[in-house]
């Protein structure tokens, strides 16, 4: 495989013929690599070109000023709650951690970070109080409602393929933490360690969808090959599993690993993890439970969440690191 699976909303009018074609689709899709492009989703070129253009003011902001905004690693409202806002510069965070490797490289990449609380305007954010500031909110909060409108289609469609009620994933995600990162990768250099933008993993979502303005992420086909997908426009996605599908689905949903590779020129990229409400119960769909025993124990997506990022932050079990 070079290429990832395509596939186009523009005809999926809920109720229609068309629909249950692209949802097996996607089925499709998610059972062969985990990954695909999606185009017709709705999302206008304006609100992608405004996301990248004001992070990329705020990134060439002086790092004294970004340091301001500081996305605070760990725990930040209470024992058990991380909150994904604000800024976290290169080297900060480190993928491989996410998914339970220690002793690896950091990431270079720079990140703004956002979740449900952009779209109150008068939320305390740590936001520059500055014209770029205000500019960068006003831009995520645009693209954060328009991507929890297309998750909502998109876990529509997955339901229809699942067999599952229409609305099974609107309830399970109705106060989901989801969240948004505006991201910066620098150009290739020799200056650098090595060109890791960032580590292999596996994302701990529901889903993910991913706009970049060039080429970077690399996706590990089921032979271990790495591919570099291409989109055929600038405002099409790239869309993935998480951990939390291929748990619910007993693996046949496939939550592929992949990475970030620094390039030549310096890359943005915005990408929107939607997850599941703290109390949902994620345990493998009788479809797929039918002839296979369950691989996975039942797990609350609190206590699975809080695992993952207590490694991606490096926070023990006592508390702090």
Known sequence: MTELPRIDLTS???GSEAERRVAFQIDRACKEVGFFTLSGHGITPSTFEDAYATSR???GLPFEVKNRCRLQSGFTMAADDYTPYGYSGMLEENAFAYTGKKGLPSDYVEKFSVG???DDDGAAL????DLTG???RAALKAYFRECEAL???LTE???IALDLPRDFFAKKTSASNDSLRSLLYPQRSSELVNDQGMGEHTDGTLLTMLAQTGPGIQVKDRSGTWITPRLAAREHLIVNIGDLMARWSNDEYVSTPHRVVLSG???QSVAFFKLANDDALIECFPKFCKDTPAKYEPVVYKAFSLQKMNALFGVGEAGRS
């Open 57 to 59: 003011a705020f990134f």
């Open 126 to 129: 740590p936001f520059s109080q």
């Open 157 to 159: 469609l997955f339901s």
């Open 151 to 153: 998750t909502a289609r």
């Open 134 to 136: 205000r500019q960068l």
């Open 265 to 267: 020129d310096e890359r």
């Open 12 to 14: 999926a009018t809920p």
């Open 116 to 118: 449900r609380r952009i």
